[in-house]
């Protein structure tokens, strides 16, 4: 077998070129093979389909590159739950826009490391004026706002979490005081950092109550941390932010603001009013693999001033000698807690780039309307009832004489079929099904083709 090529340097024309048209190829084979937003059969179908096409995982002998390309990735397209079908639709699961994706093939062909500058000479300049912009978009007030790059909002979380521990160093712990709506990587963070318990506040509306907030603050000592959530995981609903930033200047607390899910609504001149108030957190959870339209992973932690980073800084002489520092080389490792990192920065600049934030905006206004019709198509339909307006481009519902039983079985019945992937979420003491509708390309006909199959008994595909 002859040498395998190499994706980067003079050799990418020769190379990969012919290795990414067999890759196109098999996307669109499995694609259409799969014939739905999910192969049909459940876990024990999909097993099969993997084990027909990849018996023998390690062979002895390979295959050669487009024989495994050909068949691993049509294994992988037919048997994926593909958030560019119009009908899956459970998740904060984007389909990535093309234009994304093809950044970040050549972010694997260039293989950048954001660990050091001698590994990512334009890669970190690029993130340093990509993260600054987008922070400037969360803080447009402020002087020298930054952010940093990170996995997602988990990882933003905790990076937030981990500020706030170390702006409290040497006094109390800090307390997080966070609603039952808030993220679950909230608890983890606290967990991983030895911080107490958060204190979680009863969110029966679905958004934390400022006055709730108010009151438990009365009864902490210290500088808890309050987190909010812009764009709740279940029904996508935006805590009252200015009334809690309120509540917790006024009581010497901080604020963190996740929002994972509704941060991009600061791209549209018409949703961004709904994050008001986030002007007042400490520190501001953004994920653009969500409503951002990006290859995961593309998450964000946006800070007010970048010295708010320091605690971050760390030494190592391999990556960032004192005297190289001294020199003039930028010093990376205080920019995360990854020592070897993906540039998922080139990703983000191409999209901003090519899209513009005008662009951007009217993703983001799309997925709104098309949730806004849904819930209007619901409203209007006589078997299925809708849990309330959304408020960005999430919906509840469920066929109005069901039980809960009935509608979780529904919703394992069109997994399992391959004819919608929808999503669950408890809400008002109900189960509800979840439309998370992420897709800009969705028409009027596929909403009614996901309700409908909500309310029809189930036919073969
Ligand atoms: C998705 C989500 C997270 C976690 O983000 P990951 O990118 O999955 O790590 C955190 N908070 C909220 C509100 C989310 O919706």
Same mark, same amino acid.
């Given at each position: 077998m002859p040498m395998p090529g190499l994706a980067?340097?003079?050799?990418t024309a020769e190379a990969l070129r012919p290795l990414v048209d067999t890759v196109c190829g098999a996307l669109a084979e499995g694609a259409r093979d799969r014939g739905g937003p999910v192969p049909r059969g459940g876990p024990e179908g999909v097993a099969r389909l993997v084990d027909q096409a990849a018996?023998?995982?390690?062979?002895?002998?390979g295959t050669g590159e487009h024989e495994a390309l050909a068949t691993l990735v049509h294994l992988m397209a037919a048997g994926a739950a593909d958030?560019?079908?119009?009908?899956?639709?459970?998740?904060?699961?984007c389909p990535p826009l093309a234009v994304a994706a093809a950044a970040d093939l050549a972010a694997s062909a260039l293989?950048?490391?954001? %660990?050091s500058w001698d590994q990512a000479p334009a890669a970190s300049a690029l993130e340093a004026r990509v993260t600054a912009a987008l922070a400037t978009l969360v803080y447009?007030? $402020?002087?020298a706002p930054d952010a940093l790059v990170t996995t997602g909002g988990t990882e933003s979380n905790q990076l937030a979490l981990l500020l706030a521990r170390e702006r409290a160093a040497g006094g109390p712990r800090v307390q997080v005081v966070c609603g039952a709506?808030?993220?679950?990587s909230v608890q983890r963070a606290a967990w991983l950092l030895g911080l107490p318990q958060p204190i979680v506040l009863d969110t029966p509306a679905g958004v934390l109550d400022p006055a709730a907030v108010a009151t438990a603050l009365d009864q902490l000592p210290g500088r808890p941390l309050v987190v909010a959530t812009?764009?709740? /995981?279940?029904?996508g609903a935006i805590d009252p932010l200015p009334a809690i930033a309120h509540a917790t200047g006024r009581h010497g607390a901080e604020l963190h603001v996740d929002?994972?899910?509704?941060?991009? $609504?600061?791209?549209s001149s018409r949703e961004?009013?709904?994050? %008001?108030? $986030?002007?007042?957190?400490v520190s501001v959870t953004l994920d653009l693999h969500k409503l951002g339209w990006?290859?995961?992973?593309a998450g964000l932690l946006a800070v007010p %001033?970048? /010295?708010?980073?320091?605690?971050l800084a760390h030494q190592a002489d391999y990556l960032n000698a004192t005297d190289d520092t001294e020199a003039g080389l930028p010093d990376?490792?205080?920019?995360? $807690?990854?020592?070897?990192?993906?540039?998922?920065v080139l990703k983000l600049a191409v999209t901003l780039r090519a899209l513009g934030r005008e662009g951007v905006a009217d993703l983001v206004d799309r997925v709104c309307d098309l949730a806004a019709d849904l819930a209007d198509r619901i409203e209007r339909h006589p078997a299925l009832t809708l849990h309330?307006?959304?408020?960005?481009s999430t919906v509840l519902f469920r066929p /109005?004489?069901?039980t809960d039983e009935e509608t979780a079985e529904l919703r394992r019945r069109l997994l399992h079929e391959g004819r919608a992937v929808l999503g669950r979420a408890r809400a008002g003491g109900r189960l509800w099904l979840k439309a998370t509708l992420l897709?800009?390309?969705?028409r009027p006909d596929d909403l009614d083709t996901l309700l409908n199959l909500t309310t029809e008994g189930t036919t073969a595909r």
């Open positions: 980067g340097g003079r050799g018996p023998d995982v390690l062979p002895l002998a958030p560019a079908d119009a009908l899956c639709a459970a998740h904060l699961h293989n950048p490391s954001m %660990d447009p007030d $402020l002087p709506n808030a993220h679950h812009a764009g709740t /995981t279940d029904s929002a994972a899910y509704g941060g991009p $609504l600061l791209f961004a009013a709904k994050l %008001d108030g $986030l002007q007042s957190a990006q290859p995961v992973a %001033d970048g /010295t708010a980073l320091r605690p990376l490792l205080g920019r995360s $807690l990854r020592t070897t990192r993906r540039p998922d309330a307006p959304p408020a960005i /109005t004489a069901a897709n800009p390309h969705l």
